[in-house]
């Protein structure tokens, strides 16, 4: 008999669902038992989602959970003792203590204390990046230095010392025949955490200084249509190769041919947009911030929110003096499947592949 898992995920977004996807397949030697919610109401989402699943959760006992971090894994084994000895490992694909806050976010800590005590109720907390592991960390130590008393000690290092770095994997594209190396893409989210503004000031600021170059400008938007992206198609228009949520094997095809791949964001946890990009051949120009020191070398990273350095860097690109494309080898499938395997085997989640036949013997 297979071992039996349960995998939570109380927000399917793009990047949470391609790793649920990738994880159920990859190990399909198990028998997995999937809940998931549409990614949209954040609010409601990462308080609501016990209650939504109150009468859902399937009657036989598993032998592991392994949940997002958007679940609230504390609320949802209060609701059902029969849990409370199931082991259980959170995965954070984001943390809000390193969230930068929107116009429209309400001011209030339920969704850090949700995390908070998620990631208290884990037997194992694994993170995507080690910004990621450090922010939340360091987040919840300045939270807690804040309450004014009956504080327990060393709350974060106790969830440090169950914690662990495992990034999602990619699945790499081939690189086309020939390349367009004055292509620059934009594979992002037009949303304030991406900083659009920022990318479109700067290509303005490039095309102002005579610089030859091409627009892909890809990734979600909503119908309302972001000032940045009117700015670009209203300014820059006979640049712009395409303007589009693209269909995946379009979107593939235009990255394989690209030449540079920009990130301007205020908020990346791991930034699979811009791995997917690399491993295309696309170079990566990154702030010089938040997760992408630990993927990027120096010569891919310019200050982060600096609009002329980044306009400067990418004019000195186009001049023909642009590093070689970065190496990602290590966020690859193949590199990393072996470590989801040990960590999801590991005795500490007593998840293996005998556990099945010894329970029933």
Not at 192 to 203: G, R, V
Not at 262 to 269: L, M, Q
Not at 282 to 293: G, K, R
């Amino acid at each position: 008999m297979k071992s039996k898992a349960w995998l939570l995920s109380a927000y399917r977004a793009k990047s949470h669902a391609a790793w649920a996807d990738w994880l159920t397949a990859t190990f399909g030697k198990f028998d997995w038992q999937r809940l998931e919610l549409p990614g949209r109401h954040f609010a409601w989402r990462i308080r609501g989602n016990p209650l939504s699943w109150l009468d859902m959760l399937p009657t036989e006992k598993p032998d592991l959970i392994i949940a997002t971090s958007m679940v609230d894994l504390a609320t949802l084994k209060g609701l059902h003792p029969r849990l409370s000895g199931v082991r259980t490992v959170l995965y954070f694909h984001e943390n809000q203590f390193a969230y930068p806050r929107g116009k429209k976010q309400l001011k209030t800590l339920e969704p850090k204390m949700v995390q908070l005590y998620g990631a208290l109720a884990a037997d194992r907390v694994l993170f995507n990046s080690e910004y990621n592991r450090t922010s939340f960390l360091k987040g919840v130590r300045r939270l807690l230095d804040r309450m004014p008393d009956h504080v327990p000690p060393k709350v974060g290092d106790r969830i440090a010392a169950k914690s662990d770095v495992l990034p999602v994997p990619i699945r790499p594209i081939m690189p086309a025949g020939t390349r367009d190396p004055r292509l620059i893409v934009w594979n992002h989210r037009w949303e304030y955490d991406k900083a659009p503004d920022l990318f479109a000031d700067a290509m303005i600021a490039l095309a102002d200084r005579g610089v030859d170059f091409g627009l892909a400008l890809l990734g979600q938007r909503h119908e309302q249509i972001p000032e940045a992206l009117t700015r670009l198609r209203e300014t820059l228009a006979d640049r712009i190769v395409a303007d589009d949520r693209l269909p995946l094997n379009e979107y593939r095809a235009l990255l394989a041919r690209a030449g540079i791949v920009i990130s301007t964001s205020k908020h990346e946890f791991q930034g699979i947009s811009m791995l997917e990009a690399a491993s295309a051949g696309c170079i990566p120009l990154v702030p010089d911030a938040l997760c992408y020191p630990e993927i990027y070398p120096a010569e891919y990273r310019y200050p982060a929110d600096d609009r002329d350095a980044l306009a400067d860097r990418l004019a000195d690109w186009l001049a023909g003096n642009a590093p070689d494309p970065a190496n990602v080898d290590a966020w690859y499938e193949e590199r990393l499947e072996p470590a989801w395997r040990a960590k999801l085997m590991d005795e500490k989640t007593r998840f293996h592949e005998e556990m099945g036949r010894s329970r029933d013997a």
